[in-house]
């Protein structure tokens, strides 16, 4: 079955780093567009990292200069590293795989909380 772990999760103070990995399985994760979602409290899910199959990547503007996506196609695996980290980034995040196919389709995973703060 297709699953997801996500990882890396907890607390952490301002200013400091934190690298978050989702280890896939179930699915053939080399064809899939790989993503980082985030969900604030009181906000809706938005996209703020995405890769390809090829390595290209998307950045939200927010977050842009502070975190970097990467993939592990052998090891199945997409990691967010996150640097001056501040309470803004405080959210559920959750890893998303995408194939660009008609109908698309995606799996989620089940989300990881971080939280920054003193």
């Known amino acids: 079955q297709v699953q997801f772990v996500e990882s890396g999760g907890g607390l952490v103070q301002p200013g400091g780093s934190l690298r978050l990995s989702c280890a896939a399985s179930g699915f053939i994760f080399s064809d899939y567009y790989m993503s980082w979602y985030r969900q604030r409290p009181g906000n809706q899910r938005d996209l703020i990292a995405r890769i390809s199959t090829g390595g290209a990547t998307y950045l939200h503007e927010s977050i842009k200069g502070r975190f970097a996506i990467s993939r592990n196609n052998a090891k199945n695996t997409v990691s967010l590293r996150m640097n001056n980290l501040s309470p803004e980034d405080t959210a559920v995040y959750y890893c998303?795989?995408?194939?660009?196919?008609?109908?698309?389709?995606?799996?989620w995973g089940q989300g990881t909380q971080f939280t920054v703060s003193s």
């Open positions: 998303n795989g995408n194939l660009p196919s008609n109908p698309p389709i995606g799996f």
